[in-house]
């Protein structure tokens, strides 16, 4: 998670910068920088590849001098963590610099469009494109916030953009596209903050305005002037947030829960960082060391977990069959580790832990460990037993999830074992360079689509309110969805305590069918995949028996939209990446259900973060 600190007031703004990037520390990041305009109208610049602390030794005895500034810490995407690609980044000129959270969809027509005007750029970064828009906006005559406005309003996909220029010494322009990439704004007295997370404000002022997607704010010393992109006035009041570490943590949400699946697209565009070359069409994962010769002998792939993790498990089998083109299965950890699996040197076992210490999947691993097998893990927590055990360790780089039942985790968990599946393909050989690139692209895109999806908690909400008196629910999937069913299931069963089953589609006249009646709600996953024609079958089905059915669909299917009695759309995205949007609504429904039930949804009865006793 990229961390963005902006100062303007009557104190040294080096100083106030370099304090707010260090308590952002904690997103992660592989290089750091700060700009100060200096009281003589010049910029000074300060930035290095590697940890803070590289940069303070830069500037130690030397402290730019200057009341304005901004600083970042950054987690490569375009380009190599290196001095030149830090943050701030410039124009040709040197009159406007640029922090920034996000990946810029469009970037390269953008580029190619720029150096056509006679732009020349110095860095590897999509970012640079902002500095060069918002320079020609200023060559116009705008004053930077609508030069600010309109540069943004070129770029696609979720960001979160904070810009310094050398004329403007009276303020700074933050902007929000999407919902991936927070800026808060902080109100002091005489001095104003911004930056992407509360910590970084919070030795200063707790009073605080929150940006929405679509939103900018001019901020100056004596506050901060918030619009849409459209340049339409906002208006909204300050909150004043207490200064204890769980309301820090909980930002403006009611629950973590909440919070947790309100930060998925930015999660998600933080799983990637660093790891997808979107210029090469190439994944790069910095903890996965298996040989070549590893690599040319795997015949087969295990993917083992259990609950939230196994359905990931689950979903991962699909990708490893359809990308990295090798057989492969899902098993519960708990099943594999006692049933004497034939597994060996030819086999590699992926296990699924979002906190890296679950008993089961530890055990299953030790037992393919003993038999030989390759291993790898999907973990969130570094250090952890299962990435301490691991030949070959993905990190998913969600930071702390407080909440027992896990959300982001999960979502992050699929983009890492795409990410791995086409890692391994790419290693083997067995995808073409544009088969490979195909595969990749859209993940530039997921961040965007993930924030679209999370606008829409209201309709989650209001559908919730109709179903939470009932007390059985059945989930329908087919192909890679079916997992998708089963983790909805879970997770209302997990937070409202309601008894709720997944099904394959396919399965339902096997048996489940004769549950459904106009008492039985039947949640359904029917989005435009290649099962889609086999998914309306079934749901005919369910309407012939009354049941009462929600379906989730892709955007503008209007055949599904009429026979749902309640329908729910998420946006259009590759067949393989769409596990990763339909998840989310599931998470918001079963949220709302228990908010409105009184239940503890941080803290489910009988449920541990981390299981580890069998």
């Given at each position: 998670?990229?961390?963005?600190?902006?100062?303007?007031?009557?104190?040294?703004?080096?100083?106030?910068?370099?304090?707010?990037?260090?308590?952002?520390?904690?997103?992660?990041?592989?290089?750091?920088?700060?700009?100060?305009?200096?009281?003589?109208?010049?910029?000074?610049?300060r930035k290095r590849a590697g940890k803070l602390e590289e940069l303070a030794r830069a500037i130690e005895g030397a402290w730019p001098k200057g009341n304005i500034g901004i600083g970042h810490t950054r987690w490569a995407t375009h380009g190599r963590p290196t001095d030149a690609n830090a943050h701030p980044v410039a124009d040709c000129t040197g009159q406007v610099l640029v922090v920034h959270n996000g990946i810029i969809e469009n970037y390269r027509p953008l580029k190619e469009s720029l150096q056509g005007r006679g732009h020349r750029f110095q860095t590897e970064t999509d970012t640079e494109v902002i500095a060069h828009l918002v320079e020609e906006g200023l060559g116009r005559g705008l004053p930077l916030a609508q030069a600010t406005r309109q540069a943004v309003s070129c770029l696609q996909g979720a960001n979160a953009v904070l810009v310094m220029a050398r004329h403007c010494p009276q303020g700074l322009v933050a902007a929000r596209l999407g919902n991936a990439g927070g800026v808060v704004v902080g109100l002091g007295e005489g001095e104003c903050l911004v930056a992407s997370d509360l910590p970084a404000l919070l030795p200063y002022t707790r009073r605080v305005l929150f940006l929405s997607g679509g939103e900018m704010a001019e901020i100056t010393r004596e506050g901060a002037c918030l619009s849409t992109l459209a340049g339409e006035p906002v208006s909204r009041q300050a909150v004043e947030v207490p200064y204890d570490p769980l309301s820090v943590a909980?930002?403006?949400?009611?629950?973590?829960?909440?919070?947790?699946?309100?930060?998925?697209?930015?999660?998600?565009?933080?799983?990637?960082?660093?790891?997808?070359?979107?210029?090469g069409m190439r994944v790069e994962l910095e903890d996965v060391h298996l040989s070549p010769e590893v690599l040319s002998r795997l015949r087969r792939v295990v993917l083992v977990g259990m609950g939230t993790s196994y359905h990931a498990a689950?979903?991962?089998?699909?990708?490893?069959?359809?990308?990295?083109?090798?057989?492969?299965?899902?098993?519960?950890?708990?099943?594999?580790?006692?049933?004497?699996?034939?597994?060996?040197?030819?086999?590699?076992?992926?296990?699924?832990?979002?906190?890296?210490?679950?008993?089961?999947?530890?055990?299953?691993?030790?037992?393919?460990?003993?038999?030989?097998?390759?291993?790898?893990?999907?973990?969130?927590?570094?250090?952890?037993?299962?990435?301490?055990?691991?030949?070959?360790?993905v990190?998913?780089?969600?930071?702390?999830?407080?909440?027992?039942?896990?959300?982001?985790?999960?979502?992050?968990?699929?983009?890492?074992?795409?990410?791995?599946?086409?890692?391994l393909a790419q290693a083997r050989g067995v995808q073409p360079p544009e088969a490979l690139s195909s595969l990749l692209s859209p993940l530039a895109r997921l961040p965007y689509l993930l924030g679209e999806v999370t606008e829409r908690a209201g309709e989650y909400e209001r559908l919730a309110h109709t179903f939470y008196r009932y007390s059985n629910f059945l989930y329908l999937g087919r192909g890679v969805q079916y997992?998708?069913?089963?983790?909805?299931?879970?997770?209302?069963?997990?937070?409202?305590?309601?008894?709720?089953?997944?099904?394959?589609?396919?399965?339902?006249?096997?048996?489940?069918?004769?549950?459904?009646?106009?008492?039985?709600?039947?949640?359904?996953?029917?989005?435009?995949?290649?099962?889609?024609?086999?998914?309306?079958?079934?749901?005919?089905?369910?309407?012939?028996?009354?049941?009462?059915?929600?379906?989730?669909?892709?955007?503008?299917?209007?055949?599904?939209?009429?026979?749902?009695?309640y329908p729910l759309h998420v946006p259009d995205a590759s067949p393989l990446l769409l596990p990763v949007l339909t998840a989310v609504p599931l998470q918001f429904f079963a949220y709302y259900i228990a908010v409105r039930r009184g239940c503890d949804v941080d803290q489910p009865r009988n449920l541990a973060k981390t299981v580890t006793v069998e």
């Open positions: 998670m990229c961390g963005i600190v902006g100062y303007v007031g009557g104190r040294e703004a080096a100083p106030v910068l370099l304090d707010g990037l260090r308590r952002l520390e904690y997103r992660g990041y592989d290089s750091a920088g700060l700009a100060v305009l200096e009281e003589d109208g010049s910029m000074a610049v909980k930002g403006p949400y009611k629950h973590f829960m909440l919070k947790e699946i309100m930060e998925q697209p930015e999660c998600v565009l933080d799983t990637l960082r660093g790891r997808v070359d979107f210029e689950l979903v991962g089998r699909h990708y490893m069959e359809a990308i990295a083109r090798l057989p492969a299965e899902a098993e519960n950890a708990s099943e594999f580790r006692y049933r004497d699996p034939l597994v060996g040197p030819e086999t590699l076992v992926v296990a699924v832990t979002q906190s890296g210490e679950t008993v089961d999947t530890l055990a299953a691993m030790e037992e393919a460990r003993r038999k030989g097998c390759a291993l790898a893990a999907v973990c969130n927590v570094i250090g952890s037993q299962a990435s301490r055990m691991a030949d070959a360790v990190y998913t780089r969600c930071g702390l999830e407080v909440g027992v039942c896990s959300t982001k985790t999960f979502t992050a968990s699929l983009v890492v074992l795409y990410l791995l599946a086409c890692y997992p998708i069913a089963l983790e909805g299931a879970l997770k209302l069963k997990e937070v409202s305590y309601i008894h709720a089953e997944g099904y394959p589609a396919g399965e339902m006249k096997h048996g489940p069918i004769a549950l459904i009646d106009q008492d039985m709600p039947v949640v359904a996953i029917a989005v435009r995949d290649p099962l889609y024609d086999k998914m309306r079958n079934n749901l005919e089905q369910v309407k012939a028996r009354e049941g009462r059915l929600i379906v989730l669909a892709s955007e503008g299917d209007e055949e599904m939209a009429r026979l749902a009695d």
